[in-house]
């Protein structure tokens, strides 16, 4: 493979991860920037959408209807598992985030951790603690630009991965209930003032933020062949640099920072080391932090005040 091939390889690459990362990062900043809460069991929800497409494709694959219907398969698989994921995260809003809404925030905190603890032990004891295999339904077939190999399954993770981008995007910017969103996580009792219903706010992006990532849960089964009760830990650490990197609260930011993590990971793993690669996040965690909080397109604590 030639330089011109290698590069563009590795383009391709990031961009699929990038994408991977950018969907779960915008789970945590949709969350924080509504109640200013890191959700911990995040990653958590990410695996159990993993399962739950597992589950729904196995039971599609065993009566054999993904063979003549692979695009309705799909949608059953991601809508399905979201739609469980979406349900999950209302279930642990009203349980562990709601009825302390106005303690400490350290008290919340704790719930947090706990709550991520209790699903991961759960998937565990329900699921096991063995990889388990995904259907290979994406297949190794793809195509060549510059000398450089693209799969079919690669394109179909990235086009869906923008898709969902795209429309949460087009939500959140042109709806009645996106707009309340976004007044919701810049000034709640004025919100209240004008009429908002906050907690309908909070509730439908606990179904948002945690159905996008149920998605991304169901594409790294698709693509790697394999999902963990365990697996949400390292791309929750990933996915909430990210978030940081671009700017915690920021959609935008989330979108930038998945991406830059996933190019930084896979020129790392390209040119260096490949068993260091996961330390680069933490350098680029700790480095954002240092040098710019607020993240590349996050506001610091004196513009959200003006």
Request: with cysteine; glycine share 12%.
């Amino acid at each position: 493979m030639d330089t011109t091939s290698f590069l563009v390889q590795q383009l391709i690459n990031a961009i699929f991860l990038g994408s991977i990362f950018s969907l779960i990062a915008l789970g945590y900043t949709m969350v924080y920037g509504i109640i200013q809460l890191i959700n911990f069991a995040h990653g958590e929800m990410f695996t159990a959408g993993a399962f739950a497409g597992l589950i729904v494709l196995a039971g599609l694959q065993k009566v054999g209807f993904i063979d003549s219907h692979f695009i309705i398969s799909m949608v059953l698989v991601f809508g399905l598992g979201m739609a469980y994921v979406a349900v999950l995260g209302v279930s642990i809003e009203q349980v562990a985030y709601k009825p302390l809404r106005n303690a400490s925030r350290l008290a919340a905190i704790l719930s947090d951790l706990g709550m991520s603890i209790f699903l991961s032990k759960g998937m565990m004891l329900s699921q096991g603690v063995s990889d388990r295999g995904f259907p290979n339904v994406l297949g190794c077939e793809g195509f060549q630009i510059f000398g450089a190999k693209i799969s079919y399954g690669q394109v179909f993770i990235i086009i869906l991965a923008f898709a969902l981008m795209y429309g949460l995007w087009i939500f959140v910017t042109s709806t009645k209930l996106g707009k309340a969103m976004r007044a919701t996580a810049q000034n709640k009792p004025m919100a209240r003032m004008l009429g908002i219903n906050v907690d309908k706010t909070i509730r439908v992006t606990f179904m948002i933020g945690p159905g996008l990532g149920a998605a991304a849960g169901i594409m790294v089964g698709l693509y790697y062949g394999s999902v963990r009760f365990d697996m949400g830990f390292i791309y929750m650490i990933k996915a909430f640099a990210a978030a940081i990197l671009g700017g915690i609260g920021s959609i935008p930011g989330a979108m930038l920072g998945g991406m830059i993590i996933g190019f930084i990971e896979v020129t790392w793993a390209a040119f260096l080391p490949s068993e260091w690669k996961d330390v680069t996040t933490f350098v680029v965690l700790i480095l954002v932090l240092y040098l710019k909080p607020s993240g590349l397109l996050g506001q610091s604590a004196t513009e959200e005040k003006v």
